[in-house]
């Protein structure tokens, strides 16, 4: 009989994802700890621990400095799954080692789900007035490209969320317009948009699968809640 996973006491999940055969989850938040359940009895069986300042262990490769937001699998890799948060890098992990990551991106600011992949393809959008929405080389850690979003001259882009559609097609949103875009990496040409959206600090896209690639795309956004 499955058992319960153990309360993460002094943390606050902000992201959590499966690994491809569904075997292994993993969750990321406040505590800038990653921990890894097995899917199968709901155990923690592994903590990527964060930095220690106190003792000196700064290195770049050894976890986050600030706390998470996005946690992703590769969609077409069962070990590799990268994270970023609010220290300005994104972090590519192997669940197979167990001490730290193996590569950096470094410069996004992510304050949600602002991660995806396909392919060698890292897509991040990052809580910044401009160029927040960019394409990175999941080999070299290096960009390739920054994306247009719809609006925002004025406002700033100031996104939070962002995933593929397809090989070419990604979806983004944020607080800057309130608004969401599907934008065509080829072209860089944004073929739909959605401006004053109800926007508060937190922002979830959605695209079930079997509308991705279709005609008739159906896009789901859901916002979170001022705190007080």
């Given at each position: 009989?499955?058992?319960?996973?153990?309360?993460?006491?002094?943390?606050?999940?902000?992201?959590?994802?499966?690994?491809?055969?569904?075997?292994?989850?993993?969750?990321?938040?406040?505590?800038?700890?990653?921990?890894?359940?097995?899917?199968?009895?709901?155990?923690?069986?592994?903590?990527?621990?964060?930095?220690?300042?106190?003792?000196?262990?700064?290195?770049?490769?050894?976890?986050?400095?600030?706390?998470?937001?996005?946690?992703?699998?590769?969609?077409?890799?069962?070990?590799?799954?990268?994270?970023?948060?609010?220290?300005?890098?994104?972090?590519?992990?192997?669940?197979?080692?167990?001490?730290?990551?193996?590569?950096?991106?470094?410069?996004?600011?992510?304050?949600?789900?602002?991660?995806?992949?396909?392919?060698?393809?890292?897509?991040?959008?990052?809580?910044?007035?401009?160029?927040?929405?960019?394409?990175?080389?999941?080999?070299?850690?290096?960009?390739?490209?920054?994306?247009?979003?719809?609006?925002?001259?004025m406002q700033g882009q100031f996104l939070y969320a962002a995933q593929f559609c397809d090989p070419d097609t990604v979806l983004a949103g944020g607080s800057g317009t309130c608004g969401a875009g599907v934008i065509r990496i080829s072209?860089h040409q944004v073929t739909q948009g959605w401006s004053s959206l109800p926007c508060r600090q937190q922002w979830s896209l959605g695209i079930p699968a079997e509308c991705a690639s279709g005609p008739h795309r159906v896009v789901g956004?859901?916002?979170?809640?001022?705190?007080?």
């Amino acid at each position: 009989m499955a058992g319960k996973a153990r309360p993460e006491e002094d943390n606050e999940i902000n992201a959590m994802d499966f690994c491809l055969d569904g075997s292994v989850f993993a969750t990321a938040g406040t505590d800038r700890h990653i921990r890894l359940y097995d899917s199968c009895t709901m155990q923690l069986f592994h903590t990527l621990e964060a930095p220690d300042f106190m003792t000196g262990d700064v290195a770049v490769t050894s976890g986050h400095s600030r706390r998470i937001f996005a946690l992703r699998f590769h969609p077409q890799e069962n070990h590799i799954f990268l994270t970023g948060g609010w220290d300005n890098s994104v972090k590519v992990w192997d669940k197979r080692i167990r001490k730290e990551a193996q590569r950096v991106i470094n410069g996004p600011h992510i304050c949600g789900p602002g991660l995806d992949i396909w392919g060698h393809c890292v897509l991040t959008a990052s809580w910044v007035p401009r160029n927040a929405l960019q394409l990175w080389d999941l080999r070299t850690s290096q960009l390739q490209k920054n994306l247009p979003f719809p609006g925002g001259h004025m406002q700033g882009q100031f996104l939070y969320a962002a995933q593929f559609c397809d090989p070419d097609t990604v979806l983004a949103g944020g607080s800057g317009t309130c608004g969401a875009g599907v934008i065509r990496i080829s072209t860089h040409q944004v073929t739909q948009g959605w401006s004053s959206l109800p926007c508060r600090q937190q922002w979830s896209l959605g695209i079930p699968a079997e509308c991705a690639s279709g005609p008739h795309r159906v896009v789901g956004v859901q916002r979170g809640c001022e705190r007080g």
